[in-house]
């Protein structure tokens, strides 16, 4: 990822932390910050598909694309709050999908680690 990308998340943590504080309960709103992200991707795919009769089609692929991305976002800031390195985290994770998806070597059996 773009090296601004990581400083961005430490600048909006720092900001929240500044505006906030940095206790147990921002840290759970924080958390909870991913829930509403999330509600705010279901209800743009819920747009694009134009499942409400009364509004029709609202939104675009775009749009849930960026609402994606505010999930992907809030979540490194929260991994930043909780005074982890999210580059770190997001790098173990990638790490573990690819383990997931590398094919086994010839007479390995995987066993499923989570």
């Given at each position: 990822?773009?090296?601004?990308?990581?400083?961005?998340?430490?600048?909006?943590?720092?900001?929240?932390?500044?505006?906030?504080?940095?206790?147990?309960?921002?840290l759970t709103c924080r958390m909870l910050k991913l829930t509403e992200e999330?509600?705010?991707?279901?209800?743009?795919?819920?747009?694009?598909?134009?499942?409400?009769?009364?509004?029709?089609?609202?939104?675009?692929?775009?749009?849930?694309?960026?609402?994606?991305?505010?999930?992907?976002?809030?979540a490194l800031v929260a991994i930043e709050s909780l005074g982890l390195d999210?580059?770190?985290?997001?790098?173990?994770?990638?790490?573990?999908?690819?383990?997931?998806?590398?094919?086994?070597?010839?007479?390995?059996?995987?066993?499923?680690?989570?």
């Amino acid at each position: 990822m773009d090296e601004t990308i990581w400083t961005r998340v430490r600048t909006a943590r720092g900001w929240l932390d500044a505006a906030n504080g940095t206790g147990e309960a921002e840290l759970t709103c924080r958390m909870l910050k991913l829930t509403e992200e999330a509600g705010e991707v279901a209800g743009a795919w819920i747009g694009f598909l134009g499942q409400n009769p009364r509004k029709g089609v609202t939104h675009t692929r775009a749009d849930v694309a960026a609402e994606l991305a505010d999930v992907a976002f809030t979540a490194l800031v929260a991994i930043e709050s909780l005074g982890l390195d999210a580059r770190k985290v997001l790098g173990d994770c990638a790490g573990k999908v690819a383990g997931r998806l590398d094919p086994p070597a010839e007479g390995e059996v995987r066993r499923r680690a989570d």
